[in-house]
């Protein structure tokens, strides 16, 4: 798999935001990202009345820059995304930028990100958290748990963090993966995306993103279903590693042998 830009045509970046009433947060991140001139899809996660207006009136405002689809009943953020992903997918874009509703992440960075793109089109352009004050440090503890997972599961430490919702994905591999393949729904799915990417031998890019927690203070994660979910995600994707094993094995002693023999 080349990842040459020479060789490829300018990457066509639509963005995803999947939302779940952040109707006081989305307007500013909505209007933070359209200032980079890509087209930007809102997936309506069966929210309320009152965030379905928002949402209805940020589309009305922006029709040539915004496409907005609904959920009639929440489905979860994986759903939502992978809905945004699909209809990028169909209208003939190559890539999708994923981005959180509740004002998280740096959209400053989405430049950055769309260059690294350009630079290495196959791959995933994945967020770093680089955290501020204001994350909570029993939800930063536990992320710790599921990078060891995640390094566990694709015997690397390819992944530096899999949980950051904010990313660039290439949508022939995604389309490939999710043809055959059924990704978690709810909070499992950013993490569960990547593992199985990587096990496809989808490259990862790690890029630095300052995040912070929430501009609106609303989190929609809940914490029984979501860590039983989550929990569940790390057992299957444990034993599908141990399957794929030896191609995993085989793949990083090839990487290190190519390594070794350029330096």
């Known amino acids: 798999m080349t990842n040459s830009p020479s060789t490829e045509t300018t990457p066509k970046i639509g963005i995803v935001i999947p939302v779940y009433n ?22 309506d996660d069966g929210s309320t009345s009152a965030c379905a207006a928002v949402l209805d009136r940020l589309a009305a405002d922006t029709p040539q820059q915004v496409t907005l689809l609904r ?56 967020g770093c958290p680089i955290y501020d004050e204001s994350v909570p440090k029993g939800r930063l503890y536990a992320r710790y748990l599921t990078h060891v997972w995640v390094w566990i599961n694709t015997l690397s430490f390819d992944i530096r963090d899999s949980m950051c919702g904010f990313r660039i994905y290439p949508l022939a591999a995604v389309t490939a993966l999710t043809a ?49 979910l989550i929990s569940r995600m790390h057992t299957v ?27």
């Not at 981005?99 to 260059?115: C, K, L, M």
């Not at 444990?238 to 190519?258: D, H, I, N, T, W």
């Open 71 to 126: 959920h009639g009943v929440n489905r979860g953020k994986g759903d939502a995304v992978m809905t945004g992903l699909r209809y990028l997918a169909q209208q003939g874009y190559s890539h999708a930028l994923q981005i959180d509703s509740d004002g998280q992440h740096d959209t400053a960075d989405i430049p950055r990100f769309a260059v690294s793109c350009a630079a290495h089109p196959h791959a995933v352009i994945n």
């Open 237 to 263: 994707l444990f034993f599908g590693m141990l399957l794929r094993s030896p191609l995993l094995l085989a793949r990083k002693f090839s990487a290190a042998a190519r390594g070794t023999a350029t330096r």
């Open 180 to 228: 055959n393949q059924t990704i978690g729904s709810r909070m499992d799915f950013d993490t569960e995306i990547l593992v199985r990417l990587h096990w496809k031998n989808v490259q990862v890019i790690n890029l630095p993103t300052r995040v912070r927690y929430p501009s609106d203070g609303v989190s929609h994660f809940k914490v029984w279903l979501d860590n039983v």
């Open 22 to 43: 952040h109707e006081r947060a989305i307007p500013a991140v909505l209007e933070a990202v359209l200032q980079h001139g890509l087209h930007c899809v809102l997936v």
